[in-house]
């Protein structure tokens, strides 16, 4: 064999191999991609009915109904315009509460969609209750010094 036809295989095996390796990188790519659906999108039959998606919106308030087994929750989601069952069998998030907005990660099943995974989402003025109450306790100061200022004649 050439030094000719050696380059021609050693670059056709270099080529090769890098396809290979971007085919797989590729495919599990693109099954580990979860997309995120509104409830109006999962009606209008948007969302996959045989993958793994997102589920987001806010919890219906009234909706949350907890079964006898203690592990399973029931509630729905809206987006104000539509809304979906949800069927969640674990423990919640903390911040999980109706009227806050949620993303559920599982699969359609018939008309419930089955949740796997639960996140709560909060607002962006979120504050932990020691921050809020610091905050408070610095705003009735700044309050009683203004008044006594105002009190005080120059």
Do not use: C
Request: glycine letters at 8%; aromatic letters at 6%; charged letters at 25%.
């Amino acid at each position: 064999m050439t030094p000719r036809h050696k380059r021609l295989v050693l670059a056709a095996t270099v080529l090769g191999g890098t396809a290979v390796a971007v085919a797989l990188v590729v495919n599990a790519f693109r099954s580990n991609l979860v997309f995120f659906y509104s409830p109006s999108d999962v009606v209008a039959q948007q969302a996959p009915r045989d993958r793994t998606f997102r589920l987001g919106g806010l919890v219906e308030s009234g909706s949350v109904k907890r079964q006898a087994d203690g592990v399973t929750v029931r509630f729905v989601v809206t987006d104000t315009a539509k809304t979906i069952p949800v069927e969640y069998r674990g423990i919640l998030p903390d911040l999980f509460k109706e009227g806050k907005g949620v993303v559920a990660q599982g699969k359609l099943d018939g008309e419930v969609f089955r949740a796997q995974e639960v996140l709560a989402k909060h607002d962006e003025n979120y504050m932990p209750p020691e921050a809020a109450t610091a905050v408070e306790r610095a705003h009735k100061a700044a309050q009683e010094s203004k008044t006594t200022l105002q009190g005080v004649q120059p």
